[in-house]
């Protein structure tokens, strides 16, 4: 970008509220409205992020929402044509609560052990795939 570009709107972080903001801002004003978006990072989404880790999707960030209150989103996903799928809401047989007390025990389970984050993630890819 040269120094004596003229921007009508400058908009800092390019996770989702950047992004939203900047489709709204075009969307309304048109392809004439001149927008820079500045990312810190080498990509664009914020705390939202999908990973693969053998043949396993991980959602970094939310996972889930209620079609019935949330209008607006629903409307962007339709609009965007993104699609969703079923996420099974909490119940106690989704919970490893019974299994594992993390808070209680500072990540520790009852010999000892402490859980680095790929343990973490897979308990959670564990509880997800006893409720299929």
Not at 45 to 58: H, N, P, S, V, Y
Not at 77 to 105: G, H, R, S, V
């Amino acid at each position: 970008m040269s120094d004596s570009m003229q921007l009508d709107t400058v908009i800092i972080g390019g996770g989702i509220t950047g992004l939203y903001t900047c489709y709204q801002l075009l969307k309304q004003k048109g392809p004439g409205h001149k927008i820079a978006l500045f990312e810190k990072s080498e990509r664009f989404g914020g705390r939202i992020e999908t990973i693969e880790m053998d043949g396993f999707l991980a959602e970094f960030g939310p996972m889930r929402f209620e079609k019935k209150g949330q209008p607006l989103l629903m409307s962007l996903i339709q609009e965007l044509k993104l699609a969703t799928c079923y996420f099974p809401p909490y119940t106690p047989a989704t919970n490893l609560e019974a299994l594992f007390d993390l808070e209680k025990d500072e990540g520790r389970i009852s010999h000892g052990h402490q859980f680095n984050a790929l343990e973490l993630l897979s308990l959670g890819i564990l509880a997800c795939s006893r409720t299929k």
